[in-house]
């Protein structure tokens, strides 16, 4: 059971069960039945819209559905959206890494409102567009809408009301008074630019030959794999992603330059005058974005950060919802 004067730190593998991890913290009261401000800090902004074969079910709120969904339907990078559209989001707050180059971070500009919503009858498709009176015909009447903000560079007066922004790191700006959830990344303190995760698939020769003999595959044609068929010693495969390891990758950081980013993730979360309703941790190991060899030395000292600013504990998402 969760203690009531503990913050809950719940770990995730992929960034995505964030979103299981937020239907957990409704049904456990730890967070409100109504949206929340949701600070992510992450290398990726991950706002991208979901793509969905099955539709979503209606009433979607049940803590062991949404998880069902999020398994098997979510892709890593399209939860923020999907959490806007089922009611559990409604401001991003984006901290992205300070760049490998100039060491500045993204700018975006001043905040932007937004809104989700599907296209079709089965609920499949979704468009989002800018809230203004020129968008109102579009999609269905299932919108939700999103206010998203980038954080830590300001671009001038109109970015000054914006929540978790800072014009110095000594004196970063305050949270809202509505609950937020502070989400970290942990490839936000060190990323692979081109995660590394070949693959074999075993096959029967029907397929083989099907991939093999067509260079215009659907397989082979894919914007996100390389694919091979081969026939070896073990049988008849498909072989993704056989690509040698990266070297002297910028996004991988030293240990010092994670250190400092620690330190100052740190200050901007000291300077918040409420504190977070509930933390959660991705370590997106598996999906390659945070470097395998660093991966539990940046979620130690994370966690470390994190007990010197919050009472808190930490949880194993599995172990909440399993």
């Known amino acids: 059971m969760h203690d009531a004067s503990e913050i809950p730190i719940v770990i995730v593998e992929e960034h995505r069960e964030a979103l299981t991890a937020l239907a957990w913290g409704r049904e456990a009261a730890v967070l409100p039945p109504t949206p929340i401000h949701f600070f992510n800090v992450d290398h990726h902004a991950d706002l991208d819209l979901p793509r969905l074969v099955k539709p979503i079910p209606y009433g979607l709120t049940n803590l062991q559905e949404i998880r069902d969904f999020v398994d098997t339907s979510v892709s890593i990078s399209a939860f923020i959206w999907l959490g806007a559209y089922l009611g559990f989001i409604d401001r991003v707050s984006w901290l992205p890494p300070k760049s490998a180059l100039d060491g500045k971070r993204i700018q975006w500009g001043t905040a932007k409102n937004l809104f989700i919503a599907t296209l079709d009858p089965s609920r499949t498709t979704f468009i989002t567009a800018g809230v203004r009176a020129e968008t109102d015909h579009l999609g269905n009447t299932d919108r939700k809408t999103l206010r998203i903000e980038t954080v830590g560079h300001p671009v001038g007066p109109a970015a000054q009301d914006i929540s978790f922004n800072q014009k110095h790191a000594s004196a970063p700006r305050s949270a809202p008074a509505k609950p ?134 930490y949880h194993h998402g599995e172990t909440l919802w399993s």
Not at 273 to 286: F, K, Y
Request: glycine share 2%; charged share 20%.
């Open 180 to 313: 937020w959830v502070l989400s970290i990344d942990l490839d936000y303190f060190s990323s692979n630019s081109q995660p590394h995760n070949p693959f074999r698939l075993n096959v029967d020769k029907a397929t083989f030959l099907e991939v093999s003999s067509n260079p215009h595959h659907p397989l082979r044609c894919s914007v996100y794999h390389h694919v091979e068929a081969v026939s070896d010693d073990e049988g008849y495969a498909i072989l993704f992603d056989q690509f040698p390891e990266m070297e002297n990758d910028p996004l991988h950081r030293t240990e010092s330059q994670v250190t400092d980013a620690l330190a100052e993730l740190s200050t901007i979360l000291s300077h918040q005058e409420t504190p977070p309703q509930m933390i959660i941790i991705a370590r997106s190991r598996l999906s390659g974005f945070t470097p395998k060899d660093q991966w539990e030395h940046i979620e130690k000292n994370v966690l470390a950060m994190l007990k010197t600013l919050f009472p808190c504990r």
